[in-house]
């Protein structure tokens, strides 16, 4: 009678070897005895004992409860699919909510392959972009400021990650260590024909210096939101201005010619002879009156003169 079996394979030795660690080695397997090694198989009977004594044997299942069992498991994996959709169709609605693409970075443009954990933790769990101006939840999850502060105001208060209570009040700042692993990520400009690797802290600067070299050729790089662009705005103010310089000297030219010099005298002939044209009479009138009661020069065969001429000018179109 032996305290161990005359056959037993390698991993068996091991289990044993270490439930029996504190006691001598040689009493259980003693120096003189001679070990017979065989590859694992079922014949081994430490493992076979062991299983036989410990594993239930398996009761042949019911029909109908077999029937049941499967039925339960095809509605639990219809209900998974369902839910699955679900949080996909949630994150796709929050997305659309935080409608962001065109203020916050991608991921894409990150200059370094970093780890998929890594990329989640810098990036926002609304929009999956960079971190923008980012914010803790009371729940330690992270997002940027406008994504979560527009989930907050359309879906409600609670955090969008995991549906605790959240309000605008409780977001604060995520800690220093953080935003300084934050603003010394590596990113690609995305500019065409840049490329250049800048860090994220610096990204703005280096994006303001694009816009100014853009302006100084006279275009904008993105036309954001349908608004006007800016080179089309300088041109129309700059051609203002040169009609307006234009305007100024032939007023004054005809003024030293005509009128002795008097600018105001055909400035208000001019503004009269506007709104003549304009059958805004009743102004017309008012200012004439103020004309010849101030003296300004006005003589009344030139008021006849232009009441003639707006007159004839009238009759055209009747």
């Known amino acids: 009678d032996t305290i161990h079996p005359t056959h037993f394979c390698h991993n068996c030795w091991n289990v044993v070897q270490g439930k029996f660690s ?4 040689e009493e259980y397997f003693p120096r003189n005895g001679t070990m017979e090694w065989h590859p694992h198989s079922p014949s081994c009977e430490v493992c076979g004992t062991s299983f036989r004594g410990v594993k239930r044997k398996k009761q042949a299942l019911n029909p109908q409860v077999s029937k049941k069992l499967r039925i339960a498991a095809g ?33 894409k443009i990150l200059a370094v392959d970093y780890p998929v954990d890594f990329v989640k933790s810098i990036s926002c769990q609304v929009c999956e972009h960079i971190l923008a101006d980012p914010v803790e939840t009371t729940c330690q999850h992270l997002f940027c400021r406008v994504c979560i502060l527009k989930c907050l105001k359309v879906m409600g208060s609670f955090c969008p990650a ?3 209570p959240c309000f605008p009040t409780d977001l604060v700042s995520p800690v220093k260590s953080f935003l300084s692993i934050l603003n010394s990520l590596a990113v690609r400009c995305p500019v065409k024909g840049c490329h250049e690797e800048v860090l994220l802290g610096k990204y703005c600067h280096h994006l303001s210096i694009h816009k100014e070299v853009e302006d100084k050729e006279g275009y904008v790089y993105v036309n954001k ?6 080179h089309l705005l300088s041109l ?18 005809f003024a030293e010619k005509e009128e002795g010099g008097d600018v105001k ?42 009441r003639v001429n707006t007159f004839l000018s009238c009759s055209q179109y009747h």
């Open 22 to 25: 504190n006691s001598p080695c």
């Open 75 to 107: 509605r639990a994996r219809k209900t998974r699919r369902v839910r699955n959709t679900k949080r996909m169709n949630h994150k796709a609605l929050m997305k659309k909510i935080a409608n962001c693409n065109k203020i916050h970075l991608s991921t």
């Open 162 to 164: 995991c549906r605790y």
């Open 225 to 230: 939101g349908g608004r006007p662009r800016q």
């Open 236 to 253: 129309t103010r700059r051609a203002q201005k040169h009609r307006l310089r234009e305007l100024k000297l032939q007023v004054k030219a």
């Open 265 to 306: 005298s055909v400035c208000l002939t001019l503004f009269l002879l506007a709104l003549r044209a304009r059958n805004e009479h009743r102004q017309a009138d008012e200012l004439e009156a103020m004309m010849q009661g101030k003296g300004s020069g006005l003589h009344p065969a030139v008021c006849l003169a232009i």
